[in-house]
């Protein structure tokens, strides 16, 4: 147990005390951001005269040791220190001397939590956009080979209207577009450094705070430091852009799962990405979609637990904060790994089109298809509806699709049918028609695989992080 603290205590904090409140066993995480806020405070003390050049080039070399021997296995981060702040300052003070003492200059671990805290919710950020955009390209490849798989569309899980594979993973395309606006939103929302704030109330040392801020890859320096120390909603937006991501990947988990069931029959997932069962030989279990679809529970749990940490603290800083990073940790974990899981699985399966497309001949899609087709010859919708229902509960009874009736059949029931009713209703004129802006039609949704081809290209990753930095200044 070695403490920053301890001139007014008499006594030594109890072992498990001292357990209890150490952060130290998850904050270690945080050792890149924590050293590299050290090294922007360090330069900018000492262009504001406050430590010598002597002592921030010291400070520099020892800080730049110990994030190098920590990487290389040679300098283990123990529970000997309460958390990564502390470990991070004995071992510069043991290393270089009396000039390590001088780094926590101005500065309080409130404030630089709230950094290490805010550069990781920005880094991770950068991390999942990346992720998300590799799967968007995996998405855009199956839309591309998969613009004519007709395959019928649902509500309410019942056969609805035919549609294509490639509208439906538009579907899930677009969800991950909103995700990575989501989260790019968040980076715009952290664009101010707490670095300088203190404990809650400033500082009397001549700090440049827009400097520290700059140099952190900020827009300048938070503006309430009370506010700058207490403030966690980037973690409570973050964890809230997780568990959004989560509820698509469960969406898309559910959907694998039943496509995947003998009775569907509409996928082959890759062995490399299913499990088989200790008792039943013929079983391919999709344990994958299963699994994210259940993870997504915990994703939540940890946003919940967030906000009710967070709901009743007074200012500024409170020990309840220290609640923030495992849940936040795990959550991004959580959502990385799924995610990567969960697109290669995508990646590697197989799509049984003739599956699909029996599967959309079947269940009337194209009732709606034979509705327009009267109401094209002169009938009103609503008359057209009715005739239609009356044609299905026949054809029902027949145990036959609308296609397999005869012209004569179809003239007892309405007399506007001709021999083209064949054609209007067959699943590619079904789908062929359906042309307005995003609707299943080849050539729309070819249009729409182009754009997000463009958005790929001109949107990437780097570019998009860099511009933000520019584009506010
Ligand atoms: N380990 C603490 C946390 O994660 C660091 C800040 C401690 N500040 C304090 N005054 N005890 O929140």
């Given at each position: 147990?070695?403490?920053?603290?301890?001139?007014?205590?008499?006594?030594?904090?109890?072992?498990?005390?001292?357990?209890?409140?150490?952060?130290?066993?998850?904050?270690?995480?945080?050792?890149?951001?924590?050293?590299?806020?050290?090294?922007?405070?360090?330069?900018?003390?000492?262009?504001?005269?406050?430590?010598?050049?002597?002592?921030?080039?010291?400070?520099?070399?020892?800080?730049?040791?110990?994030?190098?021997?920590?990487?290389?296995?040679?300098?283990?981060?123990?529970?000997?220190?309460?958390?990564?702040?502390?470990?991070?300052?004995?071992?510069?003070?043991?290393?270089?001397?009396?000039?390590?003492?001088?780094?926590?200059?101005?500065?309080?671990?409130?404030?630089?939590?709230?950094?290490?805290?805010?550069?990781?919710?920005?880094?991770?950020?950068?991390?999942?956009?990346?992720?998300?955009?590799?799967?968007?390209?995996?998405?855009?490849?199956?839309?591309?080979?998969?613009?004519?798989?007709?395959?019928?569309?649902?509500?309410?899980?019942?056969?609805?209207?035919?549609?294509?594979?490639?509208?439906?993973?538009?579907?899930?395309?677009?969800?991950?577009?909103?995700?990575?606006?989501?989260?790019?939103?968040?980076?715009?929302?952290?664009?101010?450094?707490?670095?300088?704030?203190?404990?809650?109330?400033?500082?009397?040392?001549?700090?440049?705070?827009?400097?520290?801020?700059?140099?952190?890859?900020?827009l300048g320096p938070t503006l309430n430091s009370m506010d700058s120390v207490s403030d966690r909603d980037h973690v409570i937006e973050f964890l809230n852009a997780l568990s959004m991501i989560m509820?698509?990947?469960?969406?898309?988990?559910?959907?694998?799962?039943?496509?995947?069931?003998?009775?569907?029959?509409?996928?082959?997932?890759?062995?490399?990405?299913?499990?088989?069962?200790?008792?039943?030989?013929?079983?391919?279990?999709?344990?994958?979609?299963?699994?994210?679809?259940?993870?997504?529970?915990?994703?939540?749990?940890?946003?919940?637990?967030?906000?009710?940490?967070?709901?009743?603290?007074?200012?500024?800083?409170?020990?309840?904060?220290?609640?923030?990073?495992?849940?936040?940790?795990?959550?991004?974990?959580?959502?990385?790994?799924?995610?990567?899981?969960?697109?290669?699985?995508?990646?590697?399966?197989?799509?049984?089109?003739?599956?699909?497309?029996?599967?959309?001949?079947?269940?009337?899609?194209?009732?709606?298809?034979?509705?327009?087709?009267?109401?094209?010859?002169?009938?009103?919708?609503?008359?057209?509806?009715?005739?239609?229902?009356?044609?299905?509960?026949?054809?029902?009874?027949?145990?036959?699709?609308?296609?397999?009736?005869?012209?004569?059949?179809?003239?007892?029931?309405?007399?506007?049918?001709?021999?083209?009713?064949?054609?209007?209703?067959?699943?590619?004129?079904?789908?062929?028609?359906?042309?307005?802006?995003?609707?299943?039609?080849?050539?729309?949704?070819?249009?729409?695989?182009?754009?997000?081809?463009?958005?790929?290209?001109?949107?990437?990753?780097?570019?998009?992080?860099?511009?933000?930095?520019?584009?506010?200044?």
């Open positions: 147990m070695a403490q920053l603290w301890g001139g007014r205590f008499t006594k030594e904090t109890d072992r498990d005390v001292y357990l209890f409140n150490a952060s130290i066993n998850f904050d270690k995480r945080l050792y890149a951001q924590d050293i590299q806020g050290s090294m922007v405070h360090a330069d900018m003390l000492c262009k504001q005269g406050i430590i010598t050049q002597k002592e921030h080039d010291d400070i520099i070399d020892g800080l730049a040791r110990i994030k190098e021997q920590i990487e290389d296995g040679s300098l283990e981060i123990t529970d000997k220190y309460e958390d990564i702040h502390s470990f991070v300052e004995a071992n510069l003070t043991e290393m270089i001397g009396d000039a390590g003492k001088k780094l926590h200059t101005g500065r309080s671990r409130n404030d630089q939590v709230a950094l290490d805290v805010k550069l990781f919710v920005r880094g991770a950020i950068q991390n999942l956009d990346k992720d998300l955009e590799a799967f968007q390209k995996i998405l855009v490849r199956v839309m591309e080979e998969n613009l004519e798989t007709y395959m019928p569309g649902f509500t309410h899980l019942q056969k609805a209207q035919p549609v294509t594979l490639a509208h439906h993973f538009g579907a899930y395309y677009e969800m991950f577009r909103r995700d990575r606006h989501r989260i790019r939103n968040i980076f715009r929302n952290t664009q101010e450094c707490p670095l300088g704030a203190g404990a809650l109330a400033g500082t009397t040392y001549p700090l440049d705070r827009a400097y520290t801020a700059e140099n952190l890859g900020f509820m698509h990947l469960s969406r898309f988990s559910e959907e694998v799962i039943i496509w995947n069931s003998n009775e569907y029959g509409f996928i082959e997932i890759d062995d490399a990405f299913s499990t088989g069962s200790s008792i039943m030989p013929q079983k391919k279990n999709p344990d994958i979609a299963e699994l994210v679809r259940g993870k997504t529970g915990r994703v939540y749990g940890h946003l919940m637990a967030m906000l009710t940490t967070m709901k009743g603290l007074p200012l500024a800083y409170n020990k309840d904060m220290q609640e923030d990073k495992e849940g936040m940790f795990d959550a991004y974990d959580t959502v990385t790994e799924c995610l990567n899981m969960f697109m290669q699985m995508v990646d590697t399966m197989k799509f049984k089109k003739d599956v699909m497309a029996k599967s959309a001949m079947k269940g009337f899609t194209n009732a709606t298809d034979a509705a327009d087709y009267l109401v094209n010859h002169g009938v009103p919708f609503r008359d057209a509806h009715g005739i239609i229902g009356q044609l299905v509960l026949k054809c029902i009874e027949k145990d036959k699709s609308i296609e397999d009736m005869s012209l004569e059949e179809l003239k007892e029931i309405s007399p506007v049918f001709e021999e083209d009713i064949y054609d209007a209703i067959s699943l590619k004129a079904c789908v062929e028609r359906r042309l307005t802006t995003g609707a299943p039609g080849v050539s729309e949704m070819k249009r729409i695989t182009e754009l997000y081809r463009q958005d790929l290209a001109v949107d990437s990753n780097a570019a998009y992080f860099t511009f933000q930095k520019i584009d506010q200044n």
